[in-house]
């Protein structure tokens, strides 16, 4: 009987290994697959298209059903001075910020572009790492490498006043929602004041 458990133990144990094994490419990044979950309200009329840079524009990436984090994501200002605050701590992640369900899908996306400013936590030990890196995951209709879908990211260094950061792809998209997503950060204050589809 006890040889029966050791031997299950040591099946598991391989097949555990396999399965992670199989999920990592050398030199290249892992597979992305967009989940399904709750839609989030078609687009209010922005004053550019595909651009959110108001707080009424601002406002469905935070309040919506998807939004998510064990830190706060709050929005912040008024008008054209509103800007999206997330304040991740240290050991502390897993925050998803979602953008709205479009109409008609969003046609020839080639990327992104955000204004954020990002200010490390003071307290950081001198010499360690200062950047916020930062996901951003498409469910577009036309993936490159089906089902897998497109995902880009940006490792953004610190920044007190409004900076722009790009995110680039080599095919054309045709996108149905996208947002931003991290999984491990350093703590301090992340904003976004503008997000803007780029064609």
Not at 58 to 68: E, F, K, S
Not at 146 to 166: K, M, S, V, Y
Request: glycine fraction near 10%; hydrophobic fraction near 40%.
């Amino acid at each position: 009987m006890r040889r029966g458990v050791s031997a299950y133990k040591r099946f598991v144990g391989c097949a555990v290994a396999v399965v992670m094994t199989a999920g990592c490419e050398v030199g290249g990044s892992p597979q992305f697959f967009v989940v399904p979950g709750p839609a989030v309200p078609g687009p209010v009329p922005t004053s550019a298209p595909y651009v959110w840079d108001t707080r009424e524009e601002l406002d469905i990436w935070v309040n919506n059903p998807v939004t998510r984090g064990p830190v706060p994501v709050s929005l912040v200002g008024d008008g054209r001075d509103a800007f999206i605050r997330i304040a991740p701590k240290l050991g502390v992640d897993g925050w998803t910020l979602r953008g709205p369900d479009f109409t008609l899908p969003v046609r020839g996306i080639r990327g992104l572009r955000i204004r954020y400013q990002w200010r490390p936590d003071p307290t950081l030990p001198k010499g360690s790492a200062q950047t916020f890196l930062i996901f951003v995951s498409f469910e577009a209709i036309n993936p490159p490498s089906p089902p897998e879908q497109p995902q880009g990211f940006a490792d953004l260094q610190p920044a007190p006043e409004p900076t722009e950061a790009n995110i680039r792809f080599h095919d054309p998209l045709d996108v149905n929602y996208f947002y931003f997503h991290q999984s491990s950060s350093n703590p301090g204050v992340f904003e976004i004041d503008r997000i803007e589809l780029v064609q």
